[in-house]
């Protein structure tokens, strides 16, 4: 049979030792998968006695050629007959029919010591192939003490990886890269439309086309990676949304509300909780100082664990934490958690010094007020001069802002699956996988399997 494969020069070998009726041993040239397995019915190592039946197997051979399958038999004395038949997947590629030991090709009369039983030619394997040999016994004993094969493998052809990716339009389009040589790998590419959509930008190549839209970022190649194909192969092109983030500025009018409250010198923190101990904690906040001396809120949200309703009435000022009703009050010196006014004035870029107990020291007037101690995140009252120029509370009026930020999505498909109609070139085993429904399945001929390779109906 002429092969249309490559093969090695060099020949390999693998030879499968009868240890007792139900096993082997393995050796030589062996790929990772191969395997074996022995069964004699007569359960007496590899003795076959007439009417019983030996088969040995050997599993899981690579893509290639076997150029040669030779038995280490033997028989008794005087006697011996049986018949042999050698499968390779699902052809047959050498038979003896029933008939004397002593007559079998290359076989000079019957033997108590083992000899070769040769069979030769060229036969193609599949990658995954089995060989077989399967020994029937009709008179006295036949005896298989050792099976091997020799076998070439197949040269790999390069592979082709076929990117699956859309244009700005939402067509789905093609294009190919090769390796060079069979195991050199590809170089990753950029997609040749970076953005699509409303607000799409590629992040990556998929194995699988994602067609939902997920919320956790899944499994990427990066374009510029070395990536090691294993046979022909579709990537598909992945993209992320861009979320609109709108920064939240600071107030500075100061009317009764829903706020934030930040403070901090090299780091700001949102006012969070409510009082505990005689303080509140604090949260790490990124702030952004804009034209004016206005201060944004970066991320555009504000968590409902930060959130206080501020009622001004003239100089002064309540604060209620939202989510328990709870106020962020005081007593004569502390913070406490019952209502109470705080008297205010605008300070420095539009921050609040809220105070409560002033009272005059040498002249000079003292208050308790609302200060962060930056050393320990939180939020306490302190005692402090009044009149200076500092930076004490900055408020943000948050009731239109959202409590957390928009997730960024991940898909293959941003313009709905049904819109993006695959029409991509085959690879060489037909068969293509995408998540449907979150759930892995196969595409062939048309046809969906699961996993398992059952049909999934329409």
């Known amino acids: ?42 359960h007496s190592k590899g003795n076959i006695t ?74 193609k394997m599949e990658e995954y192939d089995d060989l077989s040999v399967d020994i029937k016994a009709s008179v006295n004993t036949l005896t298989l003490e050792t099976v091997s094969v020799t076998y070439m493998t197949a040269q790999p052809a390069p592979s082709v990886v076929t990117l699956s990716w859309l244009d700005a339009n939402g ?16 170089t990753l590419p950029q997609c040749k439309v970076m953005e699509v959509g409303d607000g799409w930008t590629f ?33 598909y092109a992945v993209y992320q949304d861009n979320p609109q983030v709108t920064p939240i500025p600071q107030a500075t009018t100061f009317e009764s509300g829903e706020y934030a409250i930040a403070a901090g010198i090299s780091d700001y923190h949102l006012m969070t909780g409510e009082v505990t101990d005689k303080i509140v904690g604090g949260s790490p906040v990124e702030l952004e100082k804009g034209e004016n001396d206005i201060y944004y809120l970066s991320k555009g949200f504000v968590s409902e664990y930060s959130r206080y309703h501020l009622e001004f009435d003239g100089d002064t000022v309540t604060i209620q934490y939202i989510l328990t009703g709870s106020y962020v009050g005081h007593n004569s010196s502390t913070l406490t958690d019952k209502k109470a006014k ?44 009044l009149g200076y120029d500092f930076e004490y509370m900055l408020l943000f009026e948050v009731s239109n802002a959202p409590t957390a930020s928009e997730k960024r999505k991940w ?21 293509e996988k995408f998540l ?14 699961d996993i398992r390779g059952l049909k999934i109906e329409k």
């Open 203 to 235: 992040a990556g190549w998929s194995k699988v086309k994602i067609t939902e839209e997920y919320t956790s970022k899944p499994s990427l190649l990066k374009d510029g990676e070395k990536f090691y194909p294993q046979a022909d192969v579709t990537l």
């Open 411 to 431: 898909t293959s498909c941003p313009f709905g699956e049904e819109q993006a109609v695959e029409n991509v070139k085959e690879t060489r085993h037909g068969a």
């Open 1 to 42: 049979m002429l092969l249309c494969v490559s093969l090695r020069v060099s020949a390999l070998e693998v030879t499968a030792v009868v240890t007792s009726y139900n096993s082997l041993e393995l050796k030589g040239d062996l790929t990772y998968s191969m395997d074996a397995t022995f069964n004699n019915s007569n």
């Open 436 to 449: 449907r429904n979150g759930v892995l399945v196969i595409e062939r001929d048309g046809e969906m399997y």
């Open 50 to 123: 007439a009417g019983n039946e030996a088969v040995l197997t050997i599993m899981h051979l690579p893509e290639g050629a076997v150029t040669k399958v030779e038995l280490g038999m033997k028989s008794n004395a005087k006697s011996g007959a049986g018949e042999v038949l050698v499968m390779l997947g699902n052809k047959q590629i050498a038979k003896i029919e029933d008939s004397n030991f002593c007559d079998w090709p290359g076989v000079e009369g019957y033997s108590t010591t083992v000899v070769p039983v040769v069979f030769e030619g060229n036969w």
């Open 342 to 385: 705080w008297g205010w004035r605008e300070t420095k870029n539009h921050s609040l010094e809220l105070s409560f107990g002033r009272y005059e020291k040498d002249g000079v007037p003292m208050a308790r007020v609302l200060w962060f101690d930056e050393p320990n995140k939180l939020f306490e009252a302190t005692t402090m001069k």
């Open 171 to 186: 067509s789905r389009k093609t294009s190919e890269v090769a390796e060079s040589s069979a195991g050199q790998g590809v």
